[in-house]
C-alpha cells in the first residue's frame, strides 16, 4: 500500500480535491491518503483564537461566519448531487456551531489546539464525502484515534503502530483509507499536534507503522531543485536524493520538507517521492537510503543567522572550556548551526536570537565575545565524502569572489557550509550554481 499526502495547497479549492481523487483512484490499489487543512483555514483558526484569547468574541464570530460562508460555496462547487451536499452541509453546520461554543467559556490554550485542529477534520471529511459520492469504497480514519505523542512531545510508535493496524484491520476491503495530517493526541489524551513538519511527519510515521511500499508528498512544486530558484535562474528538480541529503537541504533552506519529518521513513527504508498535483507527469525527486557515488546535489541557504566568536587564552590546552560554552546555549534551549574552533577561540552561529543578550552575557565570563548578524548559511549538498578529491575545491572556487565569515566540512559526508554576509547571499547562490551545474 502506498501512502500519498496533500498538502494545503493542493486540496486549495473544490477543483483541486477533484484533482486528488482522480490521483488517489488511478492505479485502483489500497492507498492510505493524510491530507493537510485546506489552504488559508489553519490561518483563518488561528485568528480565531486570538480573538479569543484577547477576550474578544464578536472578532472570533466574525471570522467564523466569513469562513463557514466560505466552506459552503464550496458545497456548492464540489459536489453533484443534493444528497451529498445536505450530508456535507450539515456536518459543516456542527464544526461551526462547535467553533462558536468556544467564544461562549473560558479560553486557554488546550482550546486553540483543538480549534486549530477542526481544519484536517474539515478537509478531509469533505475529501471523503466526495469520493463516496464518486462510488469508491472509503474509509475516514481519525488521527485522534492512532496518532499519539509521548511524554516527551515525541511520536510514541508502538502505539501508533499498533492502533492503526488494528483499525485497519476492523476496516479491511476499502479502496482508500483517509486521515488528518498533523494533528494528534498528547499522552494525556490531549487534543495536540505534531508540530515539526506536520502533515509530512504524519505520512511518514503512518508509512513506517504499516510497512509501505512508498509514501508519495503532493505539493505545488515538482520535488526539491538544485537551487533556489526564486533567486537563481533556470534551476531544475533533483531526481534522486539520500535521505542525509534531504535532511541538510531541508535544514538549511529548502521549505519544501521539514528536515526531520522523513526519519521514520528513513529507519524502516521506505521510500518517499516529492510530486506536483499540479504536474502529475512531473519526475519529481525521490528520497531514499540510496547514495548517488561522487556527485553534488543541490544547494540551499539559511538566513537570519547570527555568529558569535569567542576568544580567549584560557582556552589554549584547557578541558572543559568547550562544554562550558555550550552548556550557556543548552541552557537557553539555543540550537547551535555551525562550529569552528582554533587553539584560542571558537565560534558558532545560531537562528535563534531570542535569548542573545543573556547568551553573549554569560559567554562574557569566558572570554572576549564578538557578534555579527544578519548573516546567512550556504550549504552545498551531495557525495561529499573526503576521498572524493576535488569537490570542496570546486565549491571554494565558486565563492572566491566571496568574503566568507566560517566554513564547516568533515561533520557530514553530504554536506559543505559557508557563513557569509546575508547581502552576498545571491552573488554566492549565483556563482554556486554557474560552477557547479552549469
Not at 220 to 229: A, E, K, L, T
Not at 296 to 306: D, F, G, R
Request: charged residues 25%; glycine residues 6%.
Amino acid at each position: 500500500m502506498k501512502v500519498m499526502k496533500f498538502g494545503g495547497t493542493s486540496v486549495g479549492s473544490p477543483e483541486r480535491m477533484q484533482n486528488v481523487t482522480k490521483l488517489v483512484t488511478a492505479s485502483g490499489n489500497p492507498t492510505f491518503v493524510v491530507l493537510s487543512a485546506m489552504s488559508g483555514t489553519t490561518n483563518s483558526l488561528v485568528e480565531i483564537s486570538n480573538y479569543l484569547y484577547k477576550k474578544n468574541p464578536e472578532g472570533a464570530n466574525e471570522v467564523i461566519n466569513k469562513l463557514e460562508e466560505k466552506y459552503n460555496k464550496h458545497i456548492d462547487e464540489l459536489y453533484s448531487t443534493d444528497e451529498w451536499k445536505e450530508k456535507t452541509r450539515l456536518f459543516i453546520t456542527e464544526e461551526f456551531n462547535y467553533l462558536r461554543s468556544f467564544t461562549k467559556e473560558l479560553f486557554t490554550s488546550f482550546e486553540e489546539k483543538n480549534i486549530v485542529a477542526q481544519g484536517e477534520i474539515i478537509s478531509t471529511n469533505m475529501v471523503a464525502n466526495y469520493m463516496k459520492e464518486q462510488g469508491y469504497k472509503v474509509t475516514l480514519l481519525s488521527a485522534l484515534d492512532f496518532m499519539r505523542t509521548d511524554k516527551n512531545s515525541e511520536p510514541d510508535l508502538p502505539y501508533i503502530k499498533k492502533n492503526l493496524l488494528a483499525l485497519l484491520e476492523e476496516e479491511k476491503g476499502s479502496q482508500v483509507y483517509i486521515t488528518q495530517g498533523f494533528i494528534c493526541r498528547n499522552a494525556y489524551s490531549e487534543i495536540d499536534n505534531l508540530q515539526r513538519g506536520g502533515s509530512d511527519y504524519t505520512a511518514s510515521l503512518i508509512g513506517a507503522a504499516i510497512n509501505a511500499e512508498e509514501i508519495q508528498i503532493w505539493t505545488d512544486i515538482d520535488g526539491m531543485h538544485n537551487n533556489d530558484p526564486r533567486i537563481v535562474d533556470h534551476t531544475s528538480p533533483v531526481h534522486q536524493l539520500h535521505f542525509e541529503e534531504a535532511a541538510e537541504l531541508a535544514y538549511f533552506g529548502a521549505k519544501i520538507l521539514h528536515p526531520t519529518c522523513v526519519q521514520p521513513a528513513k529507519y524502516a527504508n521506505i521510500p518517499v517521492r516529492l510530486l506536483n498535483t499540479m504536474d502529475p507527469e512531473a519526475e519529481g525527486t525521490t528520497i531514499s537510503n540510496k547514495t548517488e557515488k561522487g556527485k553534488i546535489k543541490a544547494v540551499a541557504a539559511k538566513s537570519n543567522i547570527t555568529a558569535i566568536k569567542i576568544k580567549s587564552s584560557r582556552m589554549l590546552l584547557a578541558t572543559g572550556f568547550l562544554r562550558k560554552v555550550f552548556e550557556i546555549f543548552e541552557s537557553y534551549q539555543t540550537p547551535i548551526d555551525m562550529v569552528c574552533t582554533s587553539e584560542v577561540g571558537v565560534s558558532m552561529s545560531i537562528d535563534n536570537n531570542s535569548h542573545l543578550n543573556e547568551i553573549v552575557d554569560e559567554l562574557k565570563k569566558y572570554g572576549t565575545v564578538t557578534v555579527d548578524s544578519d548573516m546567512c548559511i550556504i550549504c552545498v549538498v551531495g557525495d561529499l565524502d573526503w576521498s572524493n578529491v576535488g569537490f570542496e575545491t570546486l565549491a571554494t572556487e565558486a565563492m572566491k569572489n566571496i568574503p566568507v565569515r566560517m566554513i564547516s566540512y568533515g561533520g557530514s559526508n553530504y554536506n559543505i557550509s559557508f557563513l557569509i554576509k546575508e547581502a552576498d547571499k545571491k552573488r554566492a547562490l549565483q556563482s554556486l550554481s554557474k560552477t557547479l551545474f552549469n
